[in-house]
Nanobody, 124 residues
């Protein structure tokens, strides 16, 4: 069992940056692949970035490559998403998720545990 709590969302101007954090509880965190997903109204949930349990493998949506960075600190049971050069189109609820496998999969269906989400709003 893994419980996830996201933080760090908010309002930012276009071109700005935000850093999301996801604190996990449960002893299995270090063995889970972790992902950040986002969902805007009337759109499907989509991968932003995912990371393997030890942090050596990452997987990003093409639209965020070079601007977003996912990282994790297993000693702190926390995964991060650094977001730079944000655009208004990236306004969404951002979710942290944990998979029971080790592969940083892009499919949201492969993730078992989910946080409640944090709102990110990018103004133009």
């Amino acid at each position: 069992q893994v419980q996830l709590v996201e933080s760090g969302g908010g309002l930012v101007q276009a071109g700005g940056s935000l850093r999301l954090s996801c604190a996990a509880s449960g002893r299995t965190f270090s063995s889970c692949a972790m992902g950040w997903f986002r969902q805007a109204p009337w759109l499907e949930r989509e991968l932003v970035g995912a990371i393997s349990p030890e942090g050596s493998i990452t997987n990003y949506a093409d639209s965020v490559k070079g601007r977003f960075t996912i990282s994790r600190d297993n000693a702190k049971n926390t995964v991060y998403l650094q977001m730079n050069s944000l655009t208004p189109e990236e306004t969404a609820v951002y979710y942290c998720a944990a998979a029971m496998g080790i592969f940083p999969d892009s499919r949201w269906s492969q993730y078992t545990y989910w946080g409640q989400g944090t709102q990110v709003t990018v103004s133009s």
